[in-house]
C-alpha cells in the first residue's frame, strides 16, 4: 500500500498535480496575486511586508536546495550580502541597469559560491554548519573592512531604484517610482513564483533523486558513478545564486545595503524558515518565512512582549512540529512497527536514527 | 588480457601490513572468491581494489587500465561496481526509485536538458523504470517495488544491493561478504542470485567468510592469511591445500567444512 | 609583548571554559547547543542581579548562577532536547530546536532585563605587575577562577564516576547502556554542567566586561571557532581552542581594529578547516 508521499520525495507520476492541489494552487495564486494587492493597495505596509516576506522566502529557498544534499547551510546572508553589492556598486558606480544587475548578482554570487563550495562542501553536520556560519561573519567583515572598495560601515547608500527595461525601444517594465510598493510587490511576487518553479522542476527531475540518493548515502550513490563533489558544487551554487539575487532585490528595495544588512542572525534564519515551513517540501520556506514575518508583525502591537510571545511561539512549533508545519499533511501512522509483510503493512513513518 | 588485475597490492596502516603483494588476475565471466580467516585482511584488500582506500603500493589494472586510487565515481564509470556490507540502499526511496537512481551511469541527456525535461530526458526515465523493474524481477523483488526501501525485511535488503549495482551495468561486480548472516535457504537463493548476475554476463569477484557457499559458487578461490595470497585455484584444490587447512584450523576457525 | 601575552592568557582561560562547555554537551549529546552563548549572557546577569542588586557576597553570585545554568540546562535535556530527538524525522531537525532555544533565551533575557548594557562593581581592586605587563586584580580573579573550574572539570570527568560514565557515553552510548549507565540521567547532568560552564564564565567576564542581552549570538560565535579550531567534542581540543582564540584576540587587538583582526581569524580558520576538518585535536568523523 503506497503512503501518500510529501511533494519533494513524489516521482513526476506521483507529485500528483491533482484537480485539488491545482485548484488550491490557482486559488493561492489569486489571492497572492490579484486580491491581496487590491485590497490593500492603500497600504504601504502591508504591502511592504508582502514584499518582505516573498524576498525573504526566495533567498530562503536557495538554503532548502542546499538541504536537499543534506548540508545544513548558514551562509545564505553572506551570498544576499555578495549580491546586493554587486548591484549596488554596479548600479550606483557603473550605472548598469537594476535588470542586469539582478541576474548578475546571482551570477557573482554563484561563482564565489561554486569556489568556496568545492572546498568545504566534503565537510558534513554541524562541521558544516558552522563553517558556513562563520563564512557568514567573514564574508560581513570583509565588506566591513572593504576600503573605497565597499565604504565599509557607511555602506552605499541611493541606490537608483530599478529603471525602465526596454528591450528594441519598447518599454516592458515602465521605471519603478517613488514610493509605491505595487511594482516591488509584484516584482519579488515574480521572483518567488519563477524560483519555486525553478526548485519545483529541479527537485522533481533526476537531478533531484540525484541530490536525494547523494543525501542518504553519499557512499553509495558515489559506488554507482554519481560525481558526489560536482553534484554538490551544483547544488551549492544555484542555492547561493538564489542568495544574490535575492539581495540585488532587497539592495534596490531598500535603497542602501551595509555590512550589517546581513548578519550570522539573518543567516540563521533563512534557514530556519526550511526548518519551520518543513524541509522535506519545496513549499516549506515559503511557509516558514511568511509565517513569522507576518505573526512578527502582527505582534507589533504588543510591544515589549512582542519578542518574548514571538520566542514562545517558535519553540512551540519547534517542539510540536519539529518535522515542520506541512509535515501535517502528511498522514502518520504512530510509533514504529516491525514489518513481517510489507507487501501489506502499511509503509510507517518510521523514525529510525541513521547510525 | 585478464579482466581485473592485482599486482602486488600492499597496505600499511602505520606498522601494521594489513595487506602484503597480493597478486592475482581475474577473468572476464568468472567467479572468483577471496577468502581468509578473520583478520586475514579481506576486508581491506576489498576497499583497495573498488578504490575506497589508496594503496600504500601495487596497482589494480581494469581491462589493462589502472584504477587504484580513482574517485569511486570514476572507477563506477569504468565498469567496476560494488556492494557494501552493510544494509546499504537509500533508505527513504522505494524498491523502484532505488534502482531508477542507479541508472544514473546511462543517462543520455545532459544535466540541462534534464532540467528543462527535453525529450531525451523523458526517454531515458522511461528506459530507466523498464530496467529498474526488470532487474527487480529478476532478482526476486518484483513483489516489492513500490514499498520504501527501510520497510523491506532484512533479507530482501541484500538483493536489493545488488539490483542498485546491476542497474549501474557493471562489467564486474564486487560482492562483499554477499551471504553475510544468511540461513541455509537464504543462503541457497542467493547463490542463485549470484549464479543468474554471472548468466547476465557479469564477471563477479567476491569476499567471503560463508566457506560452503564458496565452494559451491566460485569458479576459482584466492586464499588471504595475515595480509598475504597463501593458495590460489578451484575449490577442490583449495579444499585439499594444506597452507589453506592450516591456515584455517591453526585459527581454531570452526567454519571450514568440506563441500 | 608581556602585556598581550598577559591579555592573552586571561582571555584563553575564560574562553576554554566557554569552550569546555560546548564541548561537553556535543561530546555527550552530538548536539550543538546554539544557545551557549545565551546561557553565557544569562550567567552574567544572575551575577548582576545577586551581586550587583541584591548585593550578596561574590562567589555566593556566582555559585547562584551556576545553579540557575544547571537547572536550565536540565529542563532543557529533558523536556525540549528528548522529545524533538523521538519525533524529528531527519537528524537536521534537532538544529532546529537549537536555534529556537537560542531565540527563545534571548527574547526572554530582553524581556527581563531590557536592553541595557549591565556592568558589576569590582570584585577586587588593585593592580599587579607581572614581567612588566599590567594585571588588574579583577582579571587576575577571573584568570584564576577559570583557571581553576577548568581544572575542576578536567579532575571530574578523569576520577569522579558521573564524569567517566559522561566520558564513556561520549565514545559510545549504546555500548556504554548496555554496561547498565542511565544514559539519560548523564546526558541530562552533561547539558546542566556544560550549561553552567556558559554560565560561569559570564559570571565571570562580566566583573571585566559589561552585558547585555544581545551579545549572546556573539559568544557563541566564540565558542563555535573554538572547538572548530581544537576539535568538537573532545576535552584537550576546548582547552586549545581557547588558547589560540584567547591569543589570537589578544595579538590582533594590540596591531589592529577589532573587525580586522577577526576577519583574520576566520579567514585563517576557513583555511585551516579546509585542510583539516576535524581540527587539531578532533576525530576523523566518518
Redesign the interface.
Known amino acids: 500500500m503506497r503512503q501518500a508521499l510529501p511533494v519533494s520525495e513524489a516521482s513526476l507520476p506521483q507529485l500528483g498535480l491533482t484537480l485539488p492541489r491545482m485548484v488550491a494552487l490557482a486559488l493561492l495564486a489569486l489571492v497572492y496575486l490579484v486580491a491581496i494587492p487590491l485590497y490593500f493597495a492603500q497600504s504601504n505596509y502591508i504591502l511592504g511586508v508582502i514584499t518582505n516576506a516573498s524576498i525573504l522566502s526566495f533567498i530562503s529557498l536557495g538554503v532548502w536546495v542546499t538541504?536537499a544534499i543534506g548540508r545544513?547551510n548558514i551562509s545564505q546572508g553572506a551570498f544576499a550580502l555578495i549580491g546586493g553589492y554587486t548591484a549596488a556598486i554596479l548600479g550606483t558606480r557603473y550605472d548598469v541597469s537594476f535588470w542586469l544587475c539582478l541576474p548578475l548578482a546571482g551570477v557573482v554570487a554563484a561563482a564565489i559560491g561554486t569556489v568556496i563550495g568545492a572546498?568545504?562542501l566534503?565537510?558534513?553536520?554541524?562541521?558544516f554548519?558552522?563553517?558556513t556560519?562563520?563564512?557568514t561573519?567573514?564574508v560581513r567583515?570583509?565588506f566591513?573592512?572593504g576600503g573605497a572598495f565597499t565604504q565599509g560601515a557607511s555602506g552605499i547608500v541611493n541606490i537608483p531604484r530599478p529603471d525602465a527595461l526596454s528591450v528594441f525601444g519598447v518599454t516592458i517594465i515602465p521605471a519603478f517610482q517613488g514610493a509605491n510598493p505595487m511594482p516591488f510587490y509584484y516584482l519579488a511576487a515574480a521572483v518567488l513564483i519563477l524560483g519555486l518553479l525553478a526548485v519545483w522542476r529541479l527537485t522533481t527531475s533526476r537531478l533531484g533523486w540525484v541530490f536525494r540518493s547523494m543525501r542518504q548515502n553519499e557512499e553509495l550513490a558515489a559506488s554507482i558513478g554519481i560525481n558526489v563533489a560536482r553534484y554538490r558544487v551544483i547544488a551549492y551554487g544555484f542555492s547561493c545564486a538564489f542568495g544574490g539575487m535575492g539581495g540585488a532585490f532587497i539592495a534596490a528595495f531598500h535603497q542602501n545595503i551595509y555590512p550589517a544588512s546581513y548578519?550570522?542572525?539573518d543567516s540563521?534564519y533563512f534557514?530556519?524558515y526550511c526548518?519551520?515551513g518543513g524541509?522535506?517540501f519545496v513549499f516549506g520556506p515559503v511557509v516558514g518565512a511568511f509565517l513569522l514575518v507576518i505573526s512578527f508583525e502582527l505582534l507589533h502591537d504588543l510591544q515589549?512582549?512582542q519578542?518574548?510571545i514571538?520566542?514562545?511561539l517558535?519553540?512551540s512549533?519547534?517542539?510540536w512540529l519539529?518535522?515542520g508545519i506541512l509535515?501535517l499533511s502528511r498522514r502518520r501512522a504512530g510509533p514504529a512497527e516491525e514489518n513481517e509483510e510489507p507487501a501489506v503493512a502499511p509503509a510507517a513513518?518510521k523514525?529510525e536514527?541513521?547510525p | 588480457m585478464s579482466l581485473l588485475q592485482v599486482q602486488e597490492l600492499t597496505k600499511r596502516f602505520g606498522g601494521l601490513t594489513a595487506v602484503n603483494r597480493v597478486s592475482f588476475d581475474v577473468e572476464k565471466g568468472e567467479i572468483l572468491a577471496v577468502i581468509g580467516p578473520n583478520g586475514a585482511g579481506k576486508s581491506t584488500l576489498f576497499k583497495l581494489i573498488t578504490s575506497f582506500l589508496p594503496p600504500s603500493a601495487g596497482r589494480v589494472l581494469f581491462q589493462g587500465e589502472e584504477i587504484s586510487g580513482m574517485r569511486p565515481h570514476r572507477v563506477a564509470q569504468r565498469g567496476v561496481v560494488r556492494t557494501f556490507q552493510e544494509t546499504t540502499i537509500f533508505r527513504e526511496m522505494t524498491a523502484l526509485q532505488n534502482v531508477v537512481v542507479a541508472h544514473h551511469l546511462r543517462r543520455r541527456a545532459s544535466n540541462l536538458g534534464i532540467f528543462l525535461n527535453s525529450r531525451t530526458a523523458r526517454a531515458d526515465e522511461a528506459a530507466f523504470r523498464k530496467s529498474a523493474a526488470e532487474i527487480l524481477d529478476y532478482l526476486g523483488l518484483g513483489a516489492v517495488k513500490e514499498v520504501e526501501a527501510r520497510n523491506l525485511p532484512h533479507g530482501y535488503l541484500r538483493a536489493l544491493g545488488i539490483a542498485i549495482a546491476m542497474a549501474a551495468e557493471p562489467r564486474i561486480l564486487l560482492l562483499d561478504e554477499p551471504f553475510a548472516g544468511m540461513n541455509p535457504d537464504e543462503t541457497e537463493r542467493a547463490v542463485e542470485m549470484v549464479r543468474g548476475i554471472r548468466e547476465r554476463g557479469v564477471t563477479v569477484l567476491l569476499v567471503e567468510h560463508d566457506m560452503s557457499a564458496v565452494m559451491r559458487i566460485s569458479d576459482r578461490i584466492v586464499v588471504l592469511n595475515f595480509g598475504t595470497r597463501i593458495a590460489e585455484g578451484t575449490p577442490a584444490e583449495i579444499q585439499r591445500d594444506e597452507a589453506v587447512i592450516e591456515a584455517y584450523l591453526g585459527r581454531e576457525d570452526d567454519e571450514v567444512e568440506a563441500a | 609583548m608581556e602585556q598581550i601575552i598577559v591579555n592573552g592568557v586571561v582571555l584563553a582561560a575564560n574562553y576554554a571554559l566557554i569552550a569546555l562547555g560546548l564541548t561537553l554537551i556535543?561530546g555527550i549529546l552530538s548536539f550543538?547547543n546554539f544557545a551557549h552563548g545565551q546561557m553565557y549572557m544569562i550567567g552574567g546577569f544572575v551575577v548582576y542581579y545577586v551581586y550587583a542588586i541584591f548585593g550578596m557576597n561574590y562567589f555566593l553570585a556566582l555559585l547562584a548562577c551556576a545553579m540557575t545554568l544547571f537547572v536550565i540546562g536540565v529542563l532543557f535535556e529533558t523536556l525540549?532536547f528528548r522529545?524533538?530527538l523521538?519525533?524529528?524525522?531527519?537528524?537536521?531537525?534537532?538544529?532546529?530546536?537549537a536555534?529556537?532555544?537560542a531565540?527563545?533565551?534571548?527574547?526572554?533575557a530582553?524581556?527581563f532585563f531590557g536592553e541595557k548594557q549591565r556592568g558589576v562593581p569590582p570584585v577586587v581592586t588593585g593592580v599587579y605587575q607581572i614581567f612588566g605587563a599590567y594585571l588588574p586584580a579583577g582579571r587576575l580573579l577571573v584568570l584564576a577562577l577559570s583557571a581553576l573550574l577548568v581544572v575542576g572539570l578536567l579532575l571530574f570527568v578523569q576520577y569522579t564516576r558521573p564524569g567517566r560514565a559522561m566520558r564513556a557515553v561520549a565514545q559510545d552510548k549504546e555500548v556504554t547502556r548496555l554496561m547498565g549507565v542511565n544514559v539519560d540521567r548523564i546526558s541530562a547532568m552533561g547539558f546542566g554542567i556544560g550549561a553552567a560552564l556558559a554560565g560561569l564564565a559570564g559570571g565571570l567576564l562580566v566583573t571585566i566586561s559589561a552585558i547585555n542581552s544581545g551579545i549572546g549570538?556573539a559568544i557563541s560565535?566564540k565558542a563555535?571557532?573554538m572547538i572548530?579550531i581544537g576539535g568538537?567534542g573532545v576535552v584537550a581540543g576546548a582547552i586549545l581552542g581557547g588558547i589560540v582564540l584567547g591569543f589570537a584576540e589578544a595579538f590582533g587587538y594590540a596591531f589592529m581594529?577589532g573587525?580586522?583582526t577577526?576577519?583574520l581569524i576566520?579567514?585563517g580558520?576557513?583555511l585551516f578547516?579546509?585542510l583539516r576538518?576535524?581540527g587539531i585535536m578532533g576525530k576523523p568523523?566518518g
Not at chain 1, 566534503?122 to 562541521?127: F, P, Q, T
Not at chain 3, 524529528?88 to 534537532?94: G, K, Q
Open positions: 538541504f545544513i572546498a568545504i566534503r565537510l558534513r553536520g554541524v562541521y554548519a558552522m563553517i556560519l562563520s563564512l561573519e567573514a567583515l570583509a566591513l573592512n548578519s550570522v542572525t540563521v534557514m530556519l526548518f519551520l524541509l522535506d515589549q512582549y519578542a518574548l514571538y520566542g514562545v517558535m519553540i512549533c519547534i517542539l519539529p518535522n509535515s513513518e523514525m536514527r541513521t | 556535543f550543538l525540549f522529545r524533538v523521538r519525533i524529528a524525522t531527519r537528524e537536521e531537525n534537532s538544529m532546529l530546536l536555534v529556537g532555544t531565540l527563545l533565551l534571548e527574547n526572554l530582553l524581556f549570538t560565535i563555535f571557532i572548530m568538537a581594529p573587525s580586522m577577526y576577519l576566520f579567514v580558520m576557513i578547516l579546509i576538518p576535524q568523523w
